[in-house]
């Protein structure tokens, strides 16, 4: 049994969590925070995410992988724009890792792995 809740609902989950490491690179200083996801939630994050997987034991990236278009919008992303990483530590898995691109002006996909309130914190 997991020690600490999933971090989307914050319920209670009866297993391993999904670790997840967000970080977000750009001109500005970089955002980075962690996340704990139950099962049914990595499952409905991990297919939006999957066609931006890098193949790390090769160091490429996957034949899907689009890297220059904004994974918010959609659109061509030219020069300059954010940099988004993610690894995710599913149980009794290797770990992976994705990288997407957003511009600056677009908000955070929503398929993203949030930045957990943590009260006291």
């Known amino acids: 049994m997991a020690i600490f809740p999933c971090d989307i609902g914050r319920h209670k989950h009866n297993g391993k969590n999904v670790n997840c490491y967000v970080g977000i690179i750009s001109n500005e200083a970089p955002e980075r925070w962690s996340t704990r996801l139950c099962d049914f939630h990595w499952g409905e994050i991990e297919p939006h995410l ?6 790390v ?28 990483f993610i690894t995710s530590y599913p149980p009794k898995q290797d770990r992976k890792d994705y990288w997407l691109h957003i511009h600056d002006e677009c908000t955070v996909p929503r398929f993203t792995p949030k930045q957990p309130s943590r009260a006291g914190a």
């Not at 999957?50 to 193949?55: N, S």
């Not at 990236?61 to 020069?79: K, N, Q, V, Y």
């Open 57 to 84: 034991d090769n160091l490429t990236l996957g034949d899907r992988f689009p890297t220059d278009w904004c994974a918010s919008c959609g659109h061509p992303i030219d020069e300059g724009g954010r940099q988004l």
């Open 50 to 55: 999957a066609k931006y997987e890098v193949l």
